[in-house]
């Protein structure tokens, strides 16, 4: 048996940890074909059936749950060399690969990343648009901004803000239905909230107001959903201050709520921390993120 690509292996271990080829190709941004065909070639190789192929996705064979722990160590081993190489790199250009939550990705990163574009026209940046804890240890992104600390003695993160949280609302709306004076006024009005977690519920339970699930008339459990459900005029939703305060359909109600914040980390891996592109972009992110979360800077392009 020759020696087998590293790719094959990194392919077999993603689709059996995400079950799937299209999880597995939206994680590697490869095409669900590409990935089929290595799955095919690394079976043929090995000389055995990895996978029990069915409607419900992926799921390992015996054989292919044996070889699995190997070949994630592979994976990983292949990652840390793929790091180490990235990390002597000295040119600020090539591509910088940036995982971060669905809202911070569609509305604050873009105008961002114009700005970086202009200052360092030779960096290109791949955006991870996913309120998933991405993979650093494995390359899924060069640099994650995190609400919450990483835990990995492998990662290095540094503290950079706390962005604010609002209750607002369309103008239009609150035009209409009338503006809350207080907390208790929120159970008169539609809310706009999670579909399958009971966060925001617990939430306003703090505040001893009687919500369930059926005060909450329009429910998602995508951010982008839910904020541009807010600027359609559904009702009242949380969002992001900064977000609330440079977008021209929204208002800010009651400002006294004691809502918590959201903690931005930024992490790396150690082994990449060299690369002077993606310090570059880092320390970047580190300014612009914090003049967002202050109100000073304009990382929203929401207003349409």
């Not at 690969?97 to 791949?126: F, K, N, Q, T, W």
Request: aromatic share 6%.
């Amino acid at each position: 048996m020759s020696e087998i690509d590293w790719n094959l292996i990194k392919s077999f271990v993603t689709v059996a940890e995400t079950g799937s080829l299209s999880a597995a190709a939206r994680k590697l941004s490869a095409s669900q074909p590409t990935l089929g065909r290595h799955i095919g070639e690394l079976e043929q190789a090995l000389g055995v059936i990895l996978f029990r192929r069915g409607r419900n996705g992926y799921a390992l064979t015996e054989a292919g749950a044996t070889l699995f722990e190997r070949g994630k160590a592979v994976s990983e081993q292949a990652s840390a060399f793929s790091r180490l190489a990235l990390g002597s790199v000295e040119a600020i250009e090539g591509t910088v690969r940036i995982a971060a939550s669905e809202v911070v990705a569609a509305y604050v990163l873009p105008d961002m990343m114009a700005r970086l574009g202009i200052e360092e026209p030779g960096i290109e940046v791949e955006i991870v648009a996913s309120n998933q804890v991405e993979n650093l240890l494995r390359r899924d992104a060069d640099i994650a901004i995190r609400m919450v600390k990483p835990a990995q003695n492998e990662l290095v993160a540094r503290k950079v803000c706390d962005i604010p949280l609002c209750a607002c609302a369309a103008i239009a709306y609150l035009d209409r239905r009338g503006r809350p004076l207080g907390p208790a006024d929120l159970v008169d009005h539609p809310l706009i909230g999670f579909d399958r977690s009971d966060e925001m519920i617990r939430g306003f339970a703090q505040f001893g107001l009687p919500v369930t699930r059926s005060s909450f008339r329009f429910r998602a459990d995508s951010q982008i959903v839910l904020w541009e459900a807010v600027r359609a005029g559904n009702g009242i939703g949380l969002g992001q201050e900064p977000l609330a305060d440079r977008d021209p359909l929204v208002e800010k109600v009651l400002p006294g709520l004691p809502l918590p914040s959201l903690p931005v980390w930024l992490a790396m891996h150690r082994d990449v921390r060299t690369s002077m592109r993606i310090r570059r972009v880092a320390d970047f992110l580190h300014e612009e993120l914090k003049r967002y979360s202050a109100g000073t800077g304009s990382g929203a392009n929401s207003a349409r």
